[in-house]
C-alpha cells in the first residue's frame, strides 16, 4: 500500500486548493486545468534549470497564474464562475499540448525531466508534505484571523465587508492561492511521480480533487481524507489487476468509477451537513443594495 | 441558480455583437499565438480554411462534425433555459453512443431509427439523473453532471466495452477492438459520395429546427422559458417547476445521446475502445458562444465544427491540431466576461452608449 501515498499527494493538494477557493466563496471547477499548467510548468522548468525544485515552483506560479486569471474574470470582471473554470480547463488542454509541441516537438509527453529525491522508502518530499499540510490548513482555517476572514466572505460577504474586510481582494488571494496548491498537485504528477509531462495529465484528477472536496465537506482535513480513500481505491484497483488478473475480469471500470458514485450517492443521500459554504458561487458587487 | 441565464447573459446588452466580438479576438489571439510560436500565420490559417471549406472532403467533414456540435450544444442550451447548466453532455453522450451500438447489432427492420431512439432514452435517462437530484435532493448539478461523466466514462469505457461486451475473437486486440459492429442497415447512408457527409447533418439541422418550435412556439416550451427564468414565480403561476426542470434535463441528455448514436451510426461502425470525443464539452463552448439560442447555436457549432475540421490541415505546417482546443477555450474565456468588452462597445457607439 505504498502506491497510497504516492497517489494521494497530487490529489490532497488540488483538493486542498479546492477546499480554499470554496470556502471564500469562488467555485474552482478550473483546478483541472490549474493541475495541467502545473504539471507541465513544472517538467519545462525542471528541464530547463536542471533541477526539480525550481521546477516545483514553476508549477506552483504557472497553476497561480492560471488562476489569476479565472480571479480576473470572475472577481474583477463578474463572469460566471462555473463558465470561467470550464474555459480555463478547455484553455489548458489546447494551450499546454500547443506548447508541448511548440517547445518540445512531440505532442505525446516531454522529455525526460530531472524528478525530485526520493527517501528510501522511495517517496518524495511532497508525499509526506501532503500529510501535514491539511492539518496545517485545517488549524489555520479553523483557529486564526485570517482563516475566519476567509470563511466569513465565504459564507456571508456582505457581513465580512461591514466589519472591513475587503471582500474581493481577499478572495482574489485565496483563488490564487487555490492555484498555488493545484499546481503542485500537478507538479507532483511530472516531476514528483512520472518524472516527465504526459499529455494527458491530469486525467481527470482535478475533477477527482473536485468530488473529494464535496466528499469531505469543504473542510481541509475532510478534502484530504477523501483524496487518500479515492487514491486507495485506485491502489487497490492496480493491485487488483496485477495479482488476480482482473484484467481478464475486466472490473476496472467498476473501481474507477466507485468514488464519483460514493460521492454522489453522498450527496443525494444528504448525509451529514454536506452544504457548500453559503456565498460559494455568487459574486460580490460592494455596490449592490441587498 | 434560478436566474442562471439572466446572469450569464445580461450584461451584455448585444449578445450576438458580444460573440461574434469574442469569436473574432480569439481568432485574432490564436492568429498572434501561431505567429508567436515561429509559423506563418496567413499560410496556417490559409490551411485552416481549405481543411474546413476547400473542396467537397472538408466540407463533408466540416459537416460531419458541425452536426454532432449542434446536438451537444443544442443539449447544453435546452438545460441552460430550464435554468441548469448541463456540464454532463458528454456522460450523456457516450451513453448514447453506447446504446445505440448495442441496438444497431439487432437484425431487425428500421434498426437505424431503434438505434437513435434508444440513443435518445440512454441519454435522457443519465441526463434526468441530474435533473432528478437538483430536484428532489437539492444537489448542484454542476458537481452531480461532472461526477455522472466520470462514472459514465469508467463504466462504460473501463469495464462494459472491454468486458462484458466487447468484441469476440479478437484475441489480443481486445482492450482496441472495442464492440461487434453494427448491421450494415443501421449505417446512416451518405449523401454526397466521396466525403464523410451523411443523413446525421440534416437530421440535426432538423432536430435544431425543432428544439426551436418547441421552446417558442409551444406552451411546453414557454413553461420550461418561465422556469428557467425564475422558478419560483413559475410555480405561483401553476407552473410545476420541478417537473419541467426534470423533462428540460431529459431532453438536454436526449439530444446529447442522439449526437452519440450520429457518431456509431455515421462513422465508427462500433463503440471503439479508444473513444475520446470530447464533444459534449464543446457542447459548453458552442452553447455559451450560442447564447442560449438554438439558431445561434446552430451558427456557433458551424464556427467550431469548421475550426475542428480545418485544424487536421494544419498539421501539414507543423501545427497540432490541439489549436482549435485553444481558440475554442479563448472564445469562452472572452465570452464569459461580457464586461470585459463593454467600455470598447461603449466607445464604438459613442453618445448611446450605457454606462456599464
Redesign the interface.
Known sequence: MNLVLDFAAPLVFAALGGVLSERAGV?N?GLEGMMRFGAFGAAAGAIASGSPWIGLACGALAGAAAAA?HAL?SLR????Q???G??????????V??LL??IFGS?GVSPEAPSLPRDRFGHTALAYAALVVPVLFQLWLSRTPAGLRVRAVGEHPRAAATLGVRVLPLRAVCVVCSGLLAGIGGATLSVGILGQFDARMPA?QG??A??AV?FGRWTPLGAAGAAFFFAAADALQRHLSLTLHAAD??????F??LP??L??LV????IGRTR?PAAD?I?YDPEART | MPDLRARLFRPARDPAWGAAAALLASFAVSFVAMAASGRDPVDGFGHLLSGAFGGPGPLGETALKTSILILTGLSVAVALIVGLFNIGAEGQLIWGALAAAVVGRLEVPGVMLLALLAAALAGGAWGLIAGWLKVRRGVHEVISTILLNWIAIHLIQGWLVPGPLAATGSGAHVSVAGTEAIQRGAWLPRLWPGTRLDLGFPLALLIALGVWFLLSRTRRGFEWRAVGAGPDAALAAGIPAGRRICEGMALSGALAGIGGALLILGTEHRYPGVFRTGYGFDGIAVALVGGGSPAATAIAALVFGALRAGATRLQLVGIHPSFAELTQGLAVLLVAAPRMFQPLLARLRGRDAVPP
Open positions: 467555485v471547477i486569471l474574470l470582471f463578474r463572469a460566471n462555473v463558465v470561467s470550464i474555459a480555463l480547463n478547455l484553455v489548458a488542454l489546447g494551450l499540448t500547443y509541441q511548440s505532442a481527470g475533477f477527482m473536485l468530488a464535496v475480469l475486466r472490473l476496472d471500470g467498476l474507477l468509477a464519483y458514485a460521492t454522489l450527496l443525494a443521500l444528504g457548500a458561487g459574486p
